[in-house]
């Protein structure tokens, strides 16, 4: 087959990004604005030259303590055996911390060192030296010294010392304005209606937070539609009122996909494509010599596109390095494959358990915000690199603070939507302390826990001969291993079914009956492995199941498809049904437990927890959900 | 002597900080009120309380790609050898990125995959297999899912999960209201005129700036007088209208501190004095439910006790843990002594040489703003500790970023107005570089260079002997080391008079018989040699000179000293002369020579250093500055 035959498209170049960054950069040439904006208000904002002092700080001689100020010499004669008296008004005289020394007088001696006589005389008893508790003129600021060479962004006490010197008014490097111009026919404002097909424009709202965050002056437009002509105009009008221009989306090389070809008959187009996953599809060029950058229109691979080549050029116009993430070394738990040719951009999970950081790839689609928003690092894996094995140490970046990393636990396992709840009560007791979980099924969490990858896993996991959760699985996977199982839930599991249950679904066989379309759990969840059981107690195939092969990674997942289809149905937690109206018909009450290392089970955190599962309020909470209720009074299993 | 006899005041308490932060903690009880904001202004801020989806996203199946719709099943027989045609409507329909998938279609096939055969005909070579390019609903976000707990600091990636989950407006912790009260009868407003007894209150600005930073609402009231009713009233009217109220200062045991006589009146002080150099003089206290935090007058000081007793007080209120500094190991340049019974902080330089990081001690006053500013870390020495020898390692907190530390040209040495215009012209050439420059003398920079604790020392030594500069002194003193002597300027030395020269100063013998003040420079230094050299030519002794034992740092200071007196004098270079508008006499012609290490000069920064040294645009802006001139196809001399 001549693959060619089908192609009507263009194809993206596979530029390094770092050659795409290099031809912008020297590109950009705006020289940098400067402005004079009041001292007090300057906090964060970048000098745009050196700043000098306007005064010394002290800009007298000053008293650096509460005492008198006396001429050194008059006091040479002063002994414990022979104390001197002085007179005030010509051998001294009172002076507070900070104020001036009259000219006649070089030293202070502390009030506490004085003894008085009477109103006019005192008396001491020990010689005081040239220059003693002085702040002389200059001894913090010198009048015309530099303060802050150009460049320096400023802090709280760097306002202090301009202050000090004079300084009230500061010359700052003007925000770069930074244009942004959502396009696409789909895009809708965030408050109008939702409709299939509609997409909410929040990826506008988002670039100017970044470009705010990295000290630019965001310019966000209208959403223009995707019209060549109304396109080349924004980008025209942008050009005129901002120093770099932003364009979303229309980069790929779609039949809609308008944007290269305005920026090519407008100006010079440097890059259409970077060889990165995600990411690739980069417009760069520059129109009226501004620069116009085209950014993709999935989030991940926009706000990612959006560091990559507008942050550089906000921070050569200030004048300032690009700031860069902290790294760390953490334990690959997963196998990562990559592709050659293209570097990949891959969103980890990091948790510290037993002394050591343990990385998990979320997921890979240019789609997933979240998989951005729950991040504790980015894995960027060179375009030469084939991947990484299971075990091996790799660099990341860090994407959250190494401190709130450490003090996370790591949950893995069973989806439950308690969890969130007993994290929120965790935090608003510990406030350093946060529940990091991934739903990977209870299988996976038990797996975790014999990894050393996780602190806690939720399990529910029926043992088909013995009918009982969880204990048969943990003696067979972790035998020699030292955890502890603690019960936690009881909770019901059901069909989750279009409100009225129009397909009358009460068993496995109404499924293959009413050809329903099944949403099924993935692989190694306990909600899956429960509904495999019941296939096997009515002698059904799981061929006979419609859609047994789709699998979804929640409850939630399940009653959102549910939500969306009549004909379809799932097994899931009462209150997944409850959440989104949906009915629910009532099969197992299920042992949820939470399993652990018997060493987090015994730590400060590993109690935290505990407690607040023990607490009356969080019980409480849990009971107003519905479909479940806390083990009271849980007696912990050891294995 | 009986020390009590002299004694008019309280002692401060020595209390442990940790003990006085519980304490406080504690009492700090406030509960967060929270406020709606919209959510694309709500960078930044904490959320409240868990923040749920509204709906699901995508809220339908979408389409993956641009392509058409089709019903998999219907795809099946399609193959290289025998291409399956597709009726559009009935088996297909055009789908484009983000477009809604039919209710009777499951999958997608891309553009680049189909051959058009007619208007309503479409030929393809391969099946879809069920779900293919399809987004799910709730691919990225389930309706109901928890996006955050309560606690979170959103960043821009995060305002788009809202969004796009139909979150328009979040609840946030509202920002604790911290009332700041400047106290002092001699305090002025920045703007006011200047007079010796008067201090510019800056305090008050910086302390706003850090509370803004920290995350909290800050309030600053106008100057208080010293004026018990006063600052009642004052402190009153603050805990109506605010959350946490800061008083400034009048928290030592001076006879006008009565902050705390005041808190003692009107509510409770749990601590007056914590075990800390600086910042001893902090009162923590309590006034109608409000925590009362007293910070000292001195800068330094006052930051610090607000870093230790506000910062914690806005991370309980936002229920956020409190941001720790990075740390860093660093070899010490110097001994650092340390008094039992107290915490020391100590403001550090830190350089990174060789490979290493080399940390040495700024001064130690709590009036020196600048120590504060120039600091790149802070050494904390546990109060039971008696300090550290000179090549200990130890463990610091950074106050910068580590790239910039580890970017930063350290130079030592005599202290010349060009290396800031230097520093400068480097910066906008190389963004990441910057001179870090402390002006120690050129002796003690020659020392620094033998140490590897600096890049460059600036160094101007005038040889008695060989009335040659610095050449013997680097043979002798670095004899063996791989170093390079640069030739960078020859400037005028000469005596720095007030306007006029009303003492007639022309040369060291007119000080003697004039009797003028004389300013010095540090041991060390290469004036102060160069002065040495001057009184031996003259026949004079030191004795013979006023001032001869006060030292000054720098050639500004000098000068400033001169500025404030008629009957000062002092040596230095013409630039310093010119800045405060003085008289200069001139003495010497002197080459001030930058020397390195062999390994700099080499490196990268090396090179940048040298070809800015080279420039036609620096030399211009240093002939601009009067009594130099840059040494022109400079020879570096290796030794």
Request: hydrophobic fraction near 40%; include cysteine.
């Amino acid at each position: 087959m001549d693959g060619k035959r089908y192609n009507r498209k263009i194809y993206l170049e596979d530029k390094p990004r770092q050659e795409a960054q290099a031809e912008i950069l020297s590109a950009f040439t705006i020289s940098p604005e400067r402005e004079m904006v009041p001292t007090g208000g300057a906090l964060g904002r970048i000098t745009a030259q050196p700043v000098f002092a306007n005064v010394s700080m002290p800009h007298y001689h000053a008293s650096a303590m509460d005492g008198i100020a006396v001429n050194a010499e008059d006091t040479y004669e002063a002994h414990e055996q022979r104390p001197l008296h002085l007179k005030q008004g010509q051998q001294f005289v009172y002076v507070d911390t900070g104020n001036s020394i009259p000219p006649e007088f070089n030293a202070v001696i502390m009030i506490e060192h004085i003894h008085e006589v009477d109103n006019e005389t005192i008396e001491i008893i020990e010689p005081a030296t040239p220059w003693q508790h002085i702040r002389p003129i200059g001894e913090d600021i010198v009048q015309e010294e530099m303060l802050f060479p150009q460049g320096h962004a400023l802090r709280p006490a760097d306002l202090g010392a301009l202050l000090a010197a004079g300084v009230t008014e500061v010359p700052v490097a003007k925000k770069p304005v930074i244009s942004i111009i959502p396009t696409g026919n789909e895009l809708v404002v965030s408050d109008a209606g939702r409709a299939p097909g509609r997409i909410i424009e929040f990826n506008g709202t988002v670039f100017a937070n970044y470009v705010r965050e990295w000290g630019g002056e965001p310019a966000l437009s209208q959403i223009v539609k995707d019209d060549p002509d109304k396109i080349k105009q924004a980008l025209l009008d942008a050009t005129e009122t901002s120093d770099i221009v932003v364009i979303n989306a229309g980069s790929s090389a779609g039949s809609k996909d308008y944007t290269v070809h305005m920026i090519e008959e407008l100006g010079t187009v440097f890059t259409h494509g970077v060889a990165t996953r995600p990411g690739k599809p980069v417009i760069l060029g520059q129109i009226n010599g501004k620069i116009v950058v085209g950014v993709p229109g999935y989030p991940v691979s926009a706000y990612l596109a959006l560091e990559w080549f507008v942050r550089p050029l906000i921070c050569k116009y200030l004048q300032i390095p690009e700031p860069r993430r902290q790294k760390i070394e953490v334990k690959l738990g997963r196998r990562i494959v990559s592709g050659m040719g293209a570097e990949d951009f891959i969103r980890m999970n990091i948790g510290y358990v037993n002394g050591q950081f343990i990385a998990n790839p979320l997921t890979r689609a240019a789609g997933v915000t979240m998989s951005l928003v729950r991040a504790d690092g980015l894995l960027v894996i060179p375009a030469s690199q084939l991947g990484y094995e299971q075990g091996e140490t790799v660099e990341v970046e860090l994407l959250k603070p190494l401190e709130e990393i450490k003090n996370s636990i790591v949950f893995s396992g069973s989806h439950d939507l308690t969890i969130d709840l007993l994290s929120s009560h965790l935090k608003s007791r510990e406030t350093e302390t946060k529940i990091v979980s991934s739903h990977v099924g209870s299988m996976a969490g038990l797996l975790a826990i014999r990894k050393g990858e996780a602190h806690v896993a939720g399990i529910h996991l029926l043992d088909p001969q013995t009918k009982e959760y969880n204990v048969s699985y943990v003696k067979k996977m972790l035998a020699g291993q030292k955890v502890v199982l603690y019960p936690f839930l009881k909770r019901k599991q059901g069909w989750i079914v279009a409100k009225g249950n129009p397909l009358g679904i009460h068993n496995a066989g109404d499924l293959a009956r009413q050809h329903a379309e099944y949403a099924n759990r993935q692989k190694g969840a306990g909600t899956r492995i429960l509904f495999d059981l019941l296939l096997d107690e009515t002698g059904l195939d799981p061929e006979q199941i419609n859609g047994y092969d789709r699998e979804m990674f929640s409850h939630l997942s399940v009653a959102a498809e549910v939500k969306g289809n009549e004909k379809a149905a799932g097994l899931g937690i009462f209150p997944a049904a409850k959440a989104m109206n949906l009915d629910f018909i009532p099969v197992a009450d299920e042992s949820y437990d939470l399993l652990m290392t018997a060493s987090f089970f015994e730590s400060r955190q590993g109690n935290a927890l505990i407690s607040v599962i023990a607490s009356e309020t969080f019980q409480a909470d849990v009971g107003r959900i519905g479909g479940y209720s806390v083990v009271r009074g849980a007696v912990p299993l050891y294995f």
